[in-house]
């Protein structure tokens, strides 16, 4: 529990695709009363009795062959059993929702009064069984154990978990205004998207939906800042041979985000200079410069009003992707 | 179990317990389940009773309902039943290392051999349709669930407990 807790605190899993057992009320409370029962008749659970049997102890056997015919019998008899079995389906809740209180509060009380019974329970085993069953011994083990979970603690009290570590870190605007990045001009953007031969190009889209689905570029995915978090959506990110481009109405937004997803480790990854609003300002509402003077407005002129035609016809063809595909997929567990 | 003193040591169970809670945090890491055992038991059961009477399994609800569940794929490949058939190959091999291999049968010293195998065989239905009931066992409910905090898990595994501090003093003569 507390190394789930840390792992999802670093960012090293995506609670979100962890299997969560249901709930189902009574039929938790009544098979688990029954399981009881049969704990103190068998002198096994199922996991326990697979491991005994397997260094051959007889009773343990016998006891597997008893739970495959449990099972059997509740197949057989699923009917009489079912409405029991499928009363009061809560859903998947965790128990800190539950009882309503945090997570960590939840995470403590466990963890203290786990110590406190294991010290109890260890103080009664030695008096039964006149055998030391250290649990509060000052042992190598022991300490070693108490100072791993104590470095957890202080690292998780002092580290920002790793979604809040990013989002912190890109709310100072001159840091991400100052931060180098890779710019794509609208021109190059122009130029890639009507060019046939270039490289793979993605443009992650960070506009709203609403925006995105009124017109969008071609090879365009909607994203979000919180999918730069979720698993599915990364693996897009991670692509290779292609560029990718960030794309927002204005800069800043997609500054933020490529900076969030290079410190992440991503790479290759664009923004486009002056966002979209300049995009659609410089090319899509391109007016032609009078009396080019140079070669260079000469060029522009030819290149943009020839780009903005192209363009405006992929955007009418293009039929938005929608957003990026989330296969937020949780495990499937449980007996 | 506790109630069997050896020559050969047993690791501390506060250590032990500490690994296998580690062990479920990588199950968890790389797989995004816990782990489990009761439900192996459950496809070895929906296995055999599907190649004896197949007409059988596909007439009843229980069988088509796991069907479903588990779409159209042999109840056999199924990641508890690889896990399982891992615990075995583990156990073995831990029970060679501490020499602790020997076909044997073992009761309470005062319990006879009658009541230990009535007790092991009722014991062993008792969690088969527990587990089911339940969702889980201890491992796949209690110890899955808690890690996670599923308020399932951790209610099956406070009636679990109830039951079985309930129950002791009625049964206490099987064990001591």
């Known amino acids: 529990m507390v190394g789930v807790m840390a792992f999802v605190h670093f960012g090293l899993l995506d609670i979100n695709l962890v299997y969560i057992n249901p709930t189902f009320l009574w039929s938790a409370i009544v098979g688990g009363l029954i399981m009881g029962l049969g704990f103190v008749l068998g002198g096994f659970c199922p996991g326990t009795s697979v491991c005994a049997a397997a260094i051959g102890k007889i009773d343990a056997m016998i006891f597997i062959f008893g739970s495959f015919f449990g099972v059997l019998i509740f197949a057989e008899g699923y009917p009489a059993f079912e409405s029991l079995y499928k009363a009061a389906n809560l859903g998947n809740p965790r128990i800190f929702q539950t009882l309503n209180i945090s997570?960590?509060?939840?995470?403590?009380?466990?963890?203290?009064?786990?110590?406190?019974?294991?010290?109890?329970?260890?103080?009664?085993?030695?008096?039964?069984?006149k055998e030391e069953v250290s649990f509060f011994k000052l042992n190598k083990q022991n300490v070693l154990m108490a100072c791993f979970g104590c470095l957890l603690l202080i690292l998780s009290l002092t580290m920002t978990d790793r979604k809040s570590f990013f989002l912190k870190l890109v709310e100072d605007e001159n840091f991400v205004k100052n931060y180098p990045l890779e710019e794509m001009t609208?021109?190059?953007?122009?130029?890639?998207?009507?060019?046939?031969?270039?490289?793979?190009?993605?443009?992650?889209?960070?506009?709203?939906?609403?925006?995105?689905?009124?017109?969008?570029?071609?090879?365009?995915?909607?994203?979000?800042?919180?999918?730069?978090?979720?698993k599915e959506p990364n693996l897009f990110l991670k692509l290779k041979r292609t560029k990718r481009v960030f794309v927002a109405d204005d800069e800043m937004t997609e500054r933020k985000a490529a900076i969030m997803a290079l410190k992440m480790g991503y790479k290759e990854i664009k923004i486009l200079k002056g966002g979209l609003d300049n995009f659609t300002k410089e090319i899509l509402q391109f007016e032609p410069i009078k009396e080019p003077k140079t070669i260079d407005e000469q060029y522009r002129n030819r290149?943009?009003?020839?780009?903005?035609?192209?363009?405006?016809?992929?955007?009418?063809?293009?039929?938005?992707?929608?957003?990026?595909?989330?296969?937020?997929?949780?495990?499937?567990?449980?007996c | 179990m506790g109630n069997d003193m050896k020559e050969t040591k047993y690791m501390n169970p506060y250590l032990a317990g500490f690994l296998l809670g580690l062990?479920?945090?990588?199950?968890?890491?790389?797989?995004?389940?816990?782990?489990?055992?009761?439900?192996?038991?459950?496809?070895?059961?929906?296995?055999?009773?599907?190649?004896?009477?197949?007409?059988?399994?596909?007439?009843?609800?229980?069988?088509?309902?796991?069907?479903?569940?588990?779409?159209?794929?042999?109840?056999?490949?199924?990641?508890?039943?690889?896990?399982?058939?891992?615990?075995?190959?583990?156990?073995?091999?831990?029970?060679?290392?501490?020499?602790?291999?020997?076909?044997?049968?073992?009761?309470?010293?005062?319990?006879?051999?009658?009541?230990?195998?009535?007790?092991?065989?009722?014991?062993?239905?008792?969690?088969?349709?527990?587990?089911?009931?339940?969702?889980?066992?201890?491992?796949?409910?209690?110890?899955?669930?808690?890690?996670?905090?599923?308020?399932?898990?951790?209610?099956?595994?406070?009636a679990i407990f109830a039951g079985a501090y309930a129950f002791a003093f009625f049964f206490r003569k099987l064990w001591i």
């Open chain 1, 103 to 129: 997570e960590n509060v939840f995470a403590f009380l466990t963890v203290f009064v786990a110590l406190v019974a294991f010290y109890f329970v260890s103080l009664i085993e030695k008096k039964v069984n």
């Open chain 2, 23 to 158: 062990l479920l945090l990588m199950t968890i890491y790389i797989s995004g389940r816990g782990l489990g055992a009761s439900g192996a038991i459950k496809s070895f059961t929906v296995a055999a009773v599907e190649s004896i009477a197949p007409a059988h399994t596909s007439s009843t609800k229980f069988y088509q309902e796991y069907a479903k569940e588990h779409q159209g794929t042999s109840p056999l490949m199924n990641w508890l039943v690889f896990e399982v058939i891992g615990v075995v190959i583990g156990a073995f091999l831990s029970g060679l290392i501490s020499d602790r291999l020997d076909l044997k049968f073992e009761k309470g010293p005062n319990a006879t051999n009658r009541a230990r195998w009535i007790g092991a065989i009722i014991g062993g239905i008792l969690w088969g349709v527990g587990s089911q009931l339940g969702r889980g066992c201890t491992s796949g409910a209690a110890l899955s669930g808690m890690a996670v905090m599923s308020t399932g898990g951790i209610l099956t595994m406070m």
């Open chain 1, 186 to 230: 609208p021109d190059e953007l122009a130029f890639r998207l009507t060019c046939q031969k270039c490289e793979q190009l993605r443009i992650i889209d960070l506009r709203n939906a609403e925006e995105y689905n009124k017109w969008s570029l071609p090879n365009s995915t909607l994203f979000t800042v919180d999918n730069l978090f979720e």
């Open chain 1, 303 to 334: 290149f943009r009003t020839k780009a903005k035609i192209e363009i405006a016809e992929l955007i009418k063809n293009n039929k938005p992707q929608g957003p990026v595909e989330k296969k937020q997929k949780r495990a499937l567990g449980g």
